[in-house]
């Protein structure tokens, strides 16, 4: 069981915001009722782990989901990254330490890897749950064919089979409809989405023909590669913000539409939010619990026609990790 809304911290922990920042958004989360945070070892290289551990300090472990993940190089070494065995029992031990706990409530790969036998995989993240370090198990930004074979595994060999999918999912990145959901809807798999607005992009704070706003997470150096493409596409921009009527119509800000949208998919159960700031979460949080009737989300459809992106195949996991 996890809250409608989860914390994440990618971009933010250990890089965007300073500690303290940091430290009052996670408050605030807790305080909107907030449970399941999520994090990655990969994310500031270790320090995002280290600030939501000690963001967290003396909060009852019982009531709190923590969610880390697997597969990026986390070093120069050939097995400091991917999905071996070594890498994954280490990377465990690595973001237990980190974070200050003992336990991990989901531990995700976070991307497939072509370089490792997926049995050798499976049977890593088995025996962490046999060893009490990890609860369940995820994966993140996988193609349904790949968490069918995983499944068939775990069948197979007595695993425990995996429980949820992490993939970017919102009004404009609907990759995973196709094939994904249809297969975890079948299976039991729920989805834990991140990006829901689109890295700020459905906020509307984006505007055509404009500078970025100072401070905005398109215009930090780090954060704004990821944004290049959809903040140079005017199109999309105009559209965009031709969905505020729509927002307002619904009583909702248009980042509280647009996390509101990812959970109306039945196959959803959280959405993952970001924060540089406190007043972020207190605005986001609000999209729980909303229900869009189905004309508006006809006519959110209508307005973004073709910027949607729904080809399966452009989620991508890359093919030589171990290169």
Known sequence: M?????????????????????????????????????TADVYAQGRAEEVL????????????EIFSKVFWPMGEGKNDKGL??????????????????????LYQAHRFDYST?????????????????VLYVGVSEWRAEEIERALKIADEMGFDRIVSSQPQYNMLWRVIEPEVVPLSEREGIG??????IAGGVLTGKYKPGQEL???????DPNSGKFLRGPLEDQ?????????????AEAGLSLAQLAVAWVLQNQNVSSAIIGASRPAQVEDNVKAAGVRLD??????IDEILGDSVKRDPALTKSPENIRG
């Open 2 to 38: 996890v809250s409608e809304i989860a914390y994440g911290n990618w971009l933010t922990h250990g890089s965007q915001v300073e500690e303290d920042t940091a430290k009052a958004c996670v408050r605030a989360a807790l305080d909107a009722g907030i449970t399941t945070f999520d």
């Open 191 to 196: 989805q834990i989405v991140w990006s829901p």
């Open 213 to 219: 706003p100072e401070g905005s997470r398109a215009a």
């Open 84 to 105: 071996s065995r070594k890498h994954v029992i280490r990377g465990a031990e690595d973001s237990l330490r980190r974070l200050g706990t003992d336990y991990l409530d």
């Open 53 to 64: 551990g000690r963001a967290l300090k003396g909060e009852r472990r019982d009531g709190l």
């Open 117 to 133: 036998p997926l049995e050798e995989t499976m049977r890593a993240f088995e025996d962490l749950v046999r060893q009490g370090k």
């Open 235 to 247: 199109v999309l921009l105009e559209r965009v913000q031709r969905l505020e009527p729509l927002a």
């Open 294 to 299: 189905e004309g508006l989300l006809t006519r």
